[in-house]
Structures are given as structure tokens and as C-alpha cells.
């Protein structure tokens, strides 16, 4: 079974300063994706950045990037430049690889971001 | 970017009352997923679908029942609401693309329920 930790359960960020959450994980699978999701306070869920396992290079999506430790099990997430708008609750999930059949996502506890003015 | 929807934004019953809660993605994704979310607290998964007639119970215990008979659609229902049942319930749909991938959810925007 794959479980996801979550070590942050709240942060605080100044506008305009760096962050990073920390999520690492629990697998024996050799193929599978990483994510991090942001919830704001609408609710709805978004896709910030996602990792496939099998490369090497962080991903980047503009402010966002991420450090993908595969040996350590390591899936951080840096925001750069933070803006009021980050507030959310960020969430860290995997997610096995392509088996065929039903590919559970496996979530943190999440981490409550606050980007204070 | 996603298209899937759900409905009611937002529900207030009383206890008792049976519910249906909509989900639909035009899509075409054969994965539907339903979770349920406490505030603040992570997601748990409480049933899932890999395709029309495939429903699966999640890793949290329910008392809610789904539905798969079209592609699009994978509502999720409520026979006896009572007030520990009021949570938010989110749907979620996952794009398989051959074997690389664009591997990822799409969400619906949520049920929010409460039960008197």
C-alpha cells in the first residue's frame, strides 16, 4: 500500500517570498506520478504541477517547481514569488502507474498555506 | 480546461431525506471517482468506477451507493441522509493516455452537504 505524509499541517509565507512544502512517500512501485493539488477556499481542486517517476528533471509551471527525490521518496514543492492568491490548502497525492485497471490516487493530510500581505 | 460538473452546489436536507448527488464529464474518461472531504482534512476515497457497470466500494466505509450506466454520468446516492453524513463530496474523473501519459484528475467543483 502507498501512503502519502504530509509533515506540514500549516504555513506561512510573506508576499512576494519563497515556500516549500514538504511531501514524501511510501512505495514499491517503480512506475507512477506524483501531484500536487491546491484547494482554495472555493473548494474546487486544482492541478498545480505533477511528476512522472520515471524522469529525472523536476517539473516547473511557472512559479511553482518541484524536487523529486526518487531514492529518498521525496516530492517537494517550492513556490516562488508568493501572491495572495496561493492561500490555499495544498495537497500532495500519487498515484500508480498504468496497470490496466483502476489506478488509485493515494493523498497527504494536506498542508494549510497562508501567504500573508 | 475540465469539464466535469457536479450538482448541487450546495445542500441542506433533513435527516431521513434520500439524495442523489450529480456527477457528469463530457470527457469521455472511463475512471470516475467519488471522495469525501472533511474542512481542513484530506480526501477519502469512497467509491470508484473503471467503466459502465464497474462500481467499487473506496477505502472509506459508506453508506452511499453509485451508478454507472453511462460513461458520463456516475451518480452518487444517499437512501437515509443522517447528520453524520454531512461533508463535502467531491467527484473526480482521470484521463488515461496510452501508456505515457497525462496521467491526472480532474475535479468537479463539489457537493457541500449538510443534514439537519
Known amino acids: 500500500a502507498q501512503t502519502v505524509t504530509q509533515s506540514q499541517p500549516e504555513m506561512s509565507v510573506q508576499e512576494a517570498e519563497t515556500v516549500t512544502l514538504s511531501c514524501t512517500y511510501d512505495t514499491s512501485e517503480s512506475n507512477y506520478y506524483l501531484f500536487w493539488y491546491k484547494q482554495p477556499p472555493s473548494r474546487q481542486m486544482i492541478l498545480v504541477i505533477r511528476q512522472e517517476a520515471y524522469k529525472q528533471q523536476n517539473a516547473t509551471e511557472n512559479r511553482f517547481s518541484v524536487n523529486f527525490q526518487k531514492a529518498a521518496k521525496s516530492f517537494s514543492l517550492k513556490i516562488s514569488d508568493s501572491q495572495l492568491g496561493d492561500t490555499a490548502m495544498y495537497f500532495c497525492a500519487f498515484m500508480k502507474g498504468l496497470s490496466g485497471g483502476y489506478q488509485k490516487v493515494t493523498f497527504g493530510t494536506g498542508t494549510k498555506l497562508q501567504v500573508i500581505p | 480546461e475540465a469539464d466535469i460538473y457536479q450538482t448541487p452546489r450546495y445542500l441542506v436536507i433533513g435527516t431521513g431525506k434520500k439524495i442523489t448527488l450529480e456527477c457528469s464529464q463530457t470527457?469521455?474518461?472511463?475512471?470516475m471517482y467519488w471522495y469525501q472531504q472533511d474542512p481542513g482534512m484530506e480526501l477519502h476515497l469512497i467509491h470508484y468506477?473503471?467503466?459502465?457497470?464497474?462500481?467499487e466500494k473506496g477505502d472509506l466505509s459508506s453508506e452511499s451507493t453509485v451508478s454507472r450506466i453511462r460513461t458520463e454520468h456516475f451518480p452518487l446516492t444517499l437512501e437515509s441522509a443522517r447528520p453524520s453524513h454531512t461533508s463535502q463530496y467531491l467527484c473526480a474523473s482521470h484521463r488515461v493516455e496510452g501508456v505515457t501519459t497525462n496521467e491526472k484528475l480532474f475535479f468537479g467543483s463539489g457537493t457541500q452537504l449538510s443534514v439537519l
Open positions: 468506477s473503471y467503466g459502465v457497470n464497474s462500481t
Open positions: 470527457m469521455g474518461h472511463d475512471k
